[in-house]
């Protein structure tokens, strides 16, 4: 069996149902900040799939999503490894409440709101699949993150500058901040993920940019309207 | 010039083998939960009788012992809320006609149940090896009572009709019981069809079968369809709440057949 469906820049995605297809390299999406439109009508068919319990689905919804996924687990925590374990709790988690996905044509913001509450009570979800975690296999030397070390210790570094920075914020400002402006979903997303209406998330949003600018001022900063 | 101490840093992608190893772990993980079906033994047919559920119409033949290999039970998706097709329609609108014919002398303490053969809508549909096999429902009252049709859509009925079990709810659901039956009919003698309701908040249920495999299935709307080979028979339903707790367990077949 072939599934198919298209990628947001157009590009087929192809998988076939089978534990032992080789990954395949696909266009993953990147955040184009809000108000970006990502729900289509593919991403709903994939997902009502994995409602049902369709594991090839979610094969595809890790494959679009992974990376997605990882760097925000990334952007919350500020580590890399621990965010690839997140990312794998986040889908576990994703997995074991998909009958709870009722609108599959937000499938994607939904993804998020789940990440958002695995990092929110991170022990709690890393004790529940700890099994699962302690079977993955790990590497010790992989030949990428070798190459790759200094910039991911950089950005390490840098990322948790941010959390500090952002740190003043309450924890609901920082949840928007996250999803809305690092994350790029749209307000719409972001209201579905966090389960609050969409003005809250614009008060919020509004509200955490308005607090960043006085820390801002107060830093000796001058005001950016980027966040 | 000052770094912006409030943007992140720039997304990274995970190496791809160790993304490929994630996948390949998350994919057993999830593969995990026993859908695999298998078939072993010969049919027996159980038939297990209780009040509950009332079965309207049905053209479920004799029992036919032919073992069948290659049963599958896919969700196929985007099946809830179809609506119907003339034949489905025609059914809900012939059995309305047939219990009416009843009322004139109903069953103590039963309401019988009338359709809203407006509101027919389908609930879930599974691949089987004879073709889709769909689940349709329509209300009765607003006390949360359903019917319900199996039907195989490949179906060519000269006569027709719809070949398949059938239902209403004779009282409105309660609890969290579960009520089902598991058929075998002659003119799909390579499926059996577990049709059934789990009530409460059921979201998901795992049958066990008599050859010791077991599979899952999703609650839509209370009800649920499973399409397994022939050469097993139901042995236990268990539903499930969204959080993956158990709610009930049913060992007893309760929906009538025949």
Known sequence: MTSRRQSPGGEPIVSESSDERPLQRVPLRHADGPGAGRSDKNDARLWSRVRAGDADAFALVFESEARAIYNFCFRRIGEWAAAEDLMSVVFLEAWRLRTKNRAPEFGRAWLFGIATNVIRNRRRAEWRYRKALASIPREHAAPDFADDVESRLDAEAAMKGVLAAVAELPQRERDVLALCAWSGLSYEETAIALGVPIGTVRSRLSRARARLRELDASRGHSTRESI | ?258
């Open chain 2, 1 to 258: 010039m000052p770094t912006d101490p409030y943007l992140p840093p720039a997304e990274r992608d995970l190496p791809f083998d160790r993304l490929q190893a994630r996948r390949e772990h998350l994919l057993r993980a999830v593969r995990g939960e026993g859908q695999r079906q298998a078939a072993l033994k010969l049919p027996t047919r159980e038939r297990k009788y209780a009040l509950g559920i009332l079965l309207l119409a049905t053209a479920v033949g004799a029992v036919i012992a032919t073992p069948a290999f290659g049963i599958v039970h896919a969700i196929r998706d985007l099946f809830e809320g179809t609506p119907p097709t003339p034949l489905v329609q025609k059914h809900f609108i012939n059995s309305n006609e047939g219990v009416q014919k009843l009322t004139a002398d109903p069953p103590p303490g039963i309401k019988l149940p009338l359709a809203d053969t407006t509101k027919i809508h389908g609930i879930v549909s599974v691949n089987t090896s004879d073709g889709p096999l769909n689940l349709w429902a329509a209300p009765v009252g607003n006390d949360g009572r359903q019917c319900w049709l199996v039907q195989f859509a490949n179906d060519q009925n000269a006569d027709n009709t719809v070949y398949g079990p059938s239902g209403c709810d004779i009282r409105a659901p309660s609890g969290s019981a579960i009520n089902w039956g598991d058929f075998l009919t002659t003119a799909h003698p390579s499926v059996r069809v577990l049709v059934g309701e789990a009530l409460g908040a059921a979201e998901s249920i795992k049958v066990e079968l008599s050859d010791g495999s077991s599979l899952t299935a999703p609650v839509t709307e209370h009800l649920f369809l499973v399409g397994h080979d022939p050469g097993a028979v139901v042995r236990k339903v268990t539903s499930f709440d969204a959080e993956g707790a158990a709610l009930t367990t049913s060992s007893h077949g309760n929906v009538v057949g025949g």
